[in-house]
């Protein structure tokens, strides 16, 4: 019998989102701050100075939703519609680099994944699903920079299975 390890979904990591809502929300607050306790010149200074940081983080987040969009739409969507390529085999050439991205090959297919994945298969200090030697299907939307993982199978060896 085998084991469906990782499979990317639907959901977005909230932080990011949460993140910017916080960032507003504080901003707001420090805008509001200076407003009511600052002088009349000074105040339009600092003004001044919160609409050029507040219009900032506004381009900052659009830029941030649109490629998270983009992201979903080559990541998610692309595995959902069947584009997809599936391979079977041993990981080998397993390294790490400062624990914080996981370099492998599997039937010949070089793989680099990091904890700053949103949709596909992220190194996860915690659960360790790429192991040297592990027999393993991997489904992978190939990208221009690198092969996204969405979905992990551990493969059972025959002699494993019971009927």
Not at 43 to 70: C, D, P
Not at 141 to 148: A, G, S, T, Y
Request: charged content about 25%.
């Amino acid at each position: 019998m085998n084991k469906v390890l990782f499979e990317t979904g639907y959901m977005v990591d909230i932080r990011g989102i949460m993140l910017t809502v916080l960032s507003y929300g504080g901003l707001l607050l420090f805008y509001l701050k200076i407003k009511s306790n600052a002088k009349i010149e000074k105040r339009e200074n600092v003004a001044s100075l919160f609409t050029v940081v507040a219009k900032g983080v506004l381009v900052m987040s659009v830029i941030g939703l649109v490629s998270l969009i983009k992201e979903y739409k080559d990541v998610v969507i692309t595995y959902k519609n069947g584009n997809y390529v599936e391979i079977e085999g041993t990981v080998e050439n397993y390294s790490t680099v400062k624990d914080d991205i996981e370099y492998f090959t599997v039937d010949g297919v070089d793989f680099r994944c990091s904890e700053g994945e949103v949709f596909g298969y992220a190194k996860l200090k915690k659960n360790k699903i790429i192991i040297s030697g592990r027999h393993l299907r991997i489904r992978y939307i190939p990208l221009k920079h690198e092969n996204v993982i969405v979905y992990i199978e551990q493969m059972m060896p025959e002699e494993w299975e019971t009927d």
